[in-house]
């Protein structure tokens, strides 16, 4: 149990497209998620915390306008990064609790890797 | 905000030998304490855990120790295998729904 995916898990664009990362419980109500970038050979930063049904919590840093979170449903959280550039290449991973889980432990989906050219 | 730092950064030790590597956090508040091991394009998984009202944990060759007082806590792997080649982080979580502060990461080598 407790499995969440991210889709897709790889993908390259092109500099100024946006890019759209999905993260999904698939076997529990994930009501809080959180999505982490990962630069290589570093840790996870946490970019921004989203609740469904409100507005996501972003970090400090983190530009809320180009990095679109929007958790809709208690199974799926997206992350759509707008108008990508080369810095915007990195490793996002995203974690969901839920209400049938212990109180702290979160659960992470596999990445997705992220390349603009 | 939280800050957790991890020390070493990297570690290499012989097959066989223990490893520590020692993690700090700056929130009192702080509860819940993961340990997680990635490798290269993957994600983290988790290895080992350990709650406030707990000093010590262990799970076979892997142990958690917890001073809340000093605000830090340790992962312990005993009997290092080549397979236990690694990063390691440390994390560390406030109340109960927040998000994990992860430490810079510990690169582990264990060479046979």
């Known amino acids: 149990g407790a499995v969440v995916s991210q889709h897709p898990s790889w993908v390259i664009c092109k500099s100024g497209t946006s890019v759209k990362i999905e993260c999904r419980s698939l076997?529990?109500?994930?009501?809080?998620m959180f999505w982490y970038r990962q630069f290589p050979k570093q840790s996870l930063m946490l970019m921004a915390t989203?609740?469904?049904?409100?507005?996501?919590?972003?970090e400090q840093g983190v530009e809320k306008d180009k990095f679109l979170i929007n958790h809709a449903s208690l199974t799926l959280s997206t992350l759509t990064v707008t108008s990508a550039h080369p810095e915007d290449s990195s490793f996002y991973i995203c974690?969901?609790?839920?209400?049938?889980?212990?109180?702290?432990?979160?659960?992470f989906g596999p990445g997705t890797r992220l390349t603009v050219l | 905000g939280e800050n957790v730092e991890q020390h070493p950064s990297t570690l290499s030790v012989q097959e066989g030998d223990s490893a520590v590597i020692k993690c700090t956090y700056s929130d009192s508040a702080s509860n819940y304490f993961p340990w997680y091991k990635q490798e290269l394009g993957k994600r983290p998984q988790l290895i080992i855990d350990?709650?406030?009202?707990?000093g010590e944990k262990k799970d076979q060759r892997i142990a958690v120790t917890l001073n809340k007082t000093a605000k830090h806590f340790s992962l312990h792997i005993t009997e290092t295998q080549p397979e236990d080649s690694a990063v390691y982080f440390c994390a560390a979580q406030g109340q109960a729904g927040t998000a994990l502060i992860f430490g810079k990461g510990t690169t582990l080598s264990v060479s046979s």
């Open positions: 076997d529990f109500q994930a009501t809080t």
């Open positions: 989203s609740n469904e049904g409100s507005k996501a919590t972003y």
């Open positions: 350990i709650r406030s009202n707990v």
């Open positions: 974690s969901a609790r839920g209400t049938g889980t212990s109180n702290n432990e979160q659960f």
